[in-house]
């Protein structure tokens, strides 16, 4: 199990001009602009789970990201559920 992004479409405030968790992101191509909805995106299979997304969109105080569980099957795993702990993600 690891941690991937998810954006909450609702507290994006991409279309007010916001990019910063695609501006920060250290990972190629791994959180977009969806010019249809204008809400930063996710592409939950290159998300590393690094976090750095989270904390410059909390900093920003739009807490539209949070960080939700992976199963080994690739599936999201429920947001109430158990968190991977830190590093658990980088772990083979």
Known sequence: MYNVALVTDDKCVAKKG???CIMYC???NCLDL???????EVAIDRCKGCELCKVVCDAAKHQAIDMVAVSSDGKLMDQAGEAAELG???QG
Do not use: D, G, I, T
């Open 18 to 20: 916001c990019r910063l």
């Open 26 to 28: 250290p990972e190629a």
């Open 34 to 40: 969806n010019s249809e909805k204008m809400v930063a």
């Open 88 to 90: 658990q993600a980088y």
